[in-house]
């Protein structure tokens, strides 16, 4: 199955989806998940309630030739799950080094979605980087195990603002060195 391509950004398969670049047509379930309290409060970036227009700016924001953040879009369409699972991405750090984030719609959550696209993408390591970093909020600890299962390694306590909740939130931040 062929998709919308964003300037070199790479589809790329999994086994129950593909990852695939952003595009305008994803704006109604992103919406619907976003708009979901309990997913905006795991994230460090999504406010709650999500204002209008948000996910709109989001996409042309991340699929814009000069974006600083590579998103792909968890597809299960051709596996007859829904077009949009969840969002994972990337963002260039210095040093040949990236930052992962990600989330998964809480209808699918504990089903392996997010660990089988870490998973995925660590293997492509789309941006050739040497070593990835991650965060989970401590009151998140699903979100830990996914990157425990993926190989990274626990680094330290530290702290991220969450836009949801309006605070600052404790989190464990993990690192994974490639074998570049």
Same mark, same amino acid.
């Given at each position: 199955?062929?998709?919308?391509?964003?300037?070199?950004?790479?589809?790329?398969?999994?086994?129950?989806?593909?990852?695939?670049?952003?595009?305008?047509?994803?704006?109604?379930?992103?919406?619907?998940?976003?708009?979901?309290?309990?997913?905006?409060?795991?994230?460090?970036?999504?406010?709650?309630?999500?204002?209008?227009?948000?996910?709109?700016?989001?996409?042309?924001?991340?699929?814009?030739?000069?974006?600083?953040?590579?998103? $792909?879009?968890?597809?299960?369409?051709?596996?007859?799950?829904?077009?949009?699972?969840?969002?994972?991405?990337?963002?260039?750090?210095?040093?040949?080094?990236?930052?992962?984030?990600? $989330?998964?719609?809480?209808?699918? $959550?504990?089903?392996?979605?997010?660990?089988?696209?870490?998973?995925?993408?660590?293997?492509?390591?789309?941006?050739?980087?040497?070593?990835?970093?991650?965060?989970?909020?401590?009151?998140?600890?699903?979100?830990?195990?996914?990157?425990?299962?993926?190989?990274?390694?626990?680094?330290?306590?530290?702290?991220?603002?969450?836009?949801?909740?309006?605070?600052?939130?404790?989190?464990?931040?993990?690192?994974?060195?490639?074998?570049?």
């Amino acid at each position: 199955m062929m998709h919308e391509t964003v300037t070199n950004q790479q589809t790329i398969t999994a086994e129950r989806f593909v990852l695939r670049p952003l595009k305008a047509s994803d704006v109604g379930l992103i919406t619907v998940y976003a708009s979901d309290e309990k997913l905006a409060r795991a994230t460090r970036s999504i406010p709650h309630p999500l204002p209008p227009g948000t996910v709109e700016a989001m996409i042309k924001r991340n699929t814009a030739p000069d974006r600083t953040e590579d998103v $792909w879009v968890m597809d299960g369409s051709a596996s007859d799950h829904a077009e949009v699972l969840g969002l994972i991405s990337l963002s260039r750090m210095d040093r040949n080094q990236s930052e992962l984030f990600y $989330w998964v719609a809480p209808a699918f $959550w504990n089903v392996g979605f997010a660990t089988e696209a870490v998973r995925t993408l660590l293997a492509s390591n789309p941006h050739d980087a040497a070593a990835y970093f991650a965060e989970a909020f401590q009151d998140q600890p699903g979100s830990a195990r996914v990157l425990t299962n993926c190989g990274f390694d626990y680094l330290g306590d530290a702290e991220a603002f969450s836009v949801a909740r309006n605070t600052v939130v404790p989190t464990w931040t993990y690192m994974l060195k490639t074998d570049q």
